[in-house]
């Protein structure tokens, strides 16, 4: 199945600094999802982007939808080591299942 | 409380049995998900359903089978042809309105032996 390429796959940061991933894909999206999953528990829904161009934000996590609508980032500000985990994007167009990144781990250091 | 339940939370079985995982949601939502995790890899869709009474093959479907006989239930079977059952299995619900946002369980993490 299609799947939308993720970036970076893994990063290892300090405590308080800003974090920057992104999705790309070769399709355009109608929806882009951003999701956060800790080890061993299901992932969570962070940020979900409706329109081409939109930023949203949710507390420190902000979020924008590509003006192509082929791709997505997320930015973490300030991270703390609670942000530690893995961050999935997802697409979705028409009446089909959402699509995902591989996942960004993500390793803060105190 | 809303949500997505999962159950167990982890499940253990003796190769060549087949094995049924429980998805229960209380969000009224009309479409439901079934994904398999394996270890340091992204979400693979196996099978999914938008409606009661009917569903369709995700990705991998093949060893796996699904039914949907009520709207909160979507119950998934790993039957003995799945040639690697041991997995973290996700089950997922979404609303059918225009905003889609899609919410996932807790998993069940099975291991066959």
């Known amino acids: 199945g299609q799947q939308l390429n993720q970036s970076p796959q893994s990063m290892f940061i300090q405590e308080g600094e800003d974090v920057s991933m992104n999705c790309t894909s070769s399709s355009i999206f109608n929806t882009w999802l951003w999701y956060k999953q800790d080890p061993g528990e299901g992932p969570v829904l962070l940020i979900a982007l409706y329109k081409a161009g939109e930023l949203t934000s949710n507390g420190r996590l902000t979020a924008q939808f590509g003006i192509t609508r082929k791709d997505s980032f997320l930015n973490i500000s300030a991270s703390i080591p609670s942000d530690v985990g893995i961050y999935f994007c997802a697409g979705q167009s028409g009446n089909t299942p959402l699509v995902f990144g591989k996942g960004t781990r993500l390793s803060v250091i105190a | 409380d809303g949500g997505i339940t999962q159950s167990p939370k982890y499940l253990f079985r003796k190769e060549g049995q087949n094995v049924t995982l429980s998805c229960e949601q209380n969000l009224n939502h009309d479409a439901m998900y079934w994904y398999r995790q394996d270890p340091g890899q992204g979400l693979r869709l196996i099978y999914y359903?938008?409606?009661?009474?009917?569903?369709q093959k995700g990705d991998i479907a093949e060893g796996y089978s699904v039914s949907r006989e009520k709207k909160e239930s979507f119950p998934l079977t790993v039957t003995s042809a799945q040639k690697n059952p041991t997995a973290f299995y996700l089950c997922?619900?979404?609303?059918?309105?225009?905003?889609?946002?899609?919410?996932f369980g807790p998993g069940t993490r099975l291991t066959v032996t």
């Open positions: 359903s938008q409606i009661v009474n009917d569903f």
């Open positions: 997922a619900s979404r609303s059918g309105g225009v905003a889609y946002e899609q919410y």
